[in-house]
Nanobody, 123 residues
Framework: QVQLVESGGGLVQAGGSLRLSCAASGRTLRNYAMGWFRQAPGKEREFVATCWSGAGTDYADSAKGRFTISREKDKNTVYLQMNSLTLEDTAVYYC?????????????????WGQGTQVTVSS
């Protein structure tokens, strides 16, 4: 069983930055796809970014050029650096993990999920 715990959310002004962290436990996630999703009030959960073994990454169009996903050398901590935040980035951000990298990349479906961390961007 894999447990994921997000942290780093909070209140930030538009144009500011935040770094979210996702700490995984239960097993080594070196060969897992790790992803970030978000859900804004009244909206469906949406894909933000993913990374997988090696240096593979993928981003939603809304995140490209502003967000960076990375993982610790030990592979069990994943980060989402978010810059140039806008009001539209306000959401609960979720960390996710899946051992089926190909499926996670192609379908953006993940088996394990964290509880989420709130990010609020103010004007």
């Amino acid at each position: 069983q894999v447990q994921l715990v997000e942290s780093g959310g909070g209140l930030v002004q538009a144009g500011g930055s935040l770094r979210l962290s996702c700490a995984a436990s239960g097993r080594t996630l070196r060969n897992y796809a790790m992803g970030w999703f978000r859900q804004a009030p009244g909206k469906e959960r949406e894909f933000v970014a993913t990374c997988w073994s090696g240096a593979g990454t993928d981003y939603a169009d809304s995140a490209k050029g502003r967000f960076t996903i990375s993982r610790e050398k030990d592979k069990n901590t994943v980060y989402l650096q978010m810059n140039s935040l806008t009001l539209e980035d306000t959401a609960v951000y979720y960390c996710a993990a899946d051992p089926n990298i190909a499926q996670a990349i192609a379908l953006r479906t993940y088996r394990y999920w964290g509880q989420g961390t709130q990010v609020t961007v103010s004007s």
